[in-house]
């Protein structure tokens, strides 16, 4: 597919066939994401795709379980709207595959170390809030993504499910000091076409500075 084609055309899918993804396809897919630009080239990420029925399950119980907790300390009409969405947070235990995203920490060159006065503590301040390390990370999601679309697969990038994001962790026992779960990615074959929602006009998002 031609590129402005596939990124005009590309929609977030929730729903998905009960059809597996052959491992070439995931290899092609986590390629894409590998040769996506970071910070500093530290390609601060790591991908774990999740193509076991009964992980995929318990880490739905996880998000649900999580739900629950927060919607009982919520006043009861917040609390049963949150509940009534949860499925927006749980639609991910029916794909065949779910790539669970992780990031590494980054560490602007020279900080906190020359950190000396006010100004300085706001540019860190300001570094921080950017965050490269997640920016990048993005980068990937994206570039998986499009890689997944272009091959005929549908997929969603997810960070609803991040109230269980310890919870998750554990159940997908990847185990590491450095890398932090950020987000999912589910991926499938389609059940069902839609349209992506509209956006805004570029003349709302845009300045031109001449």
Known sequence: MEFFDLIEKRYSVRKFKNIDIPDSDIEKIIGAARIAPSGKNIQNWHFAVVKNAGIRKAMAEAVLARIDKI??????????LLKKFSRFSTFFSDAPAVVAVYVDKYIPEGYPEMVESKDDQENLDRILFAEPAIQGVGGAIEQMILAAFDLGYGACWMTSAN?????????????NDKFRLIALVPVGVADGERKSPPRKDLSEIMTIIR
Do not use: F, R, S, T
């Open 163 to 175: 109230n269980a994001l310890i919870d998750l962790e554990n159940i997908i026992g990847l185990k």
């Open 71 to 80: 919607a009982a300390g919520l006043p009861e009409e917040k609390g049963q």
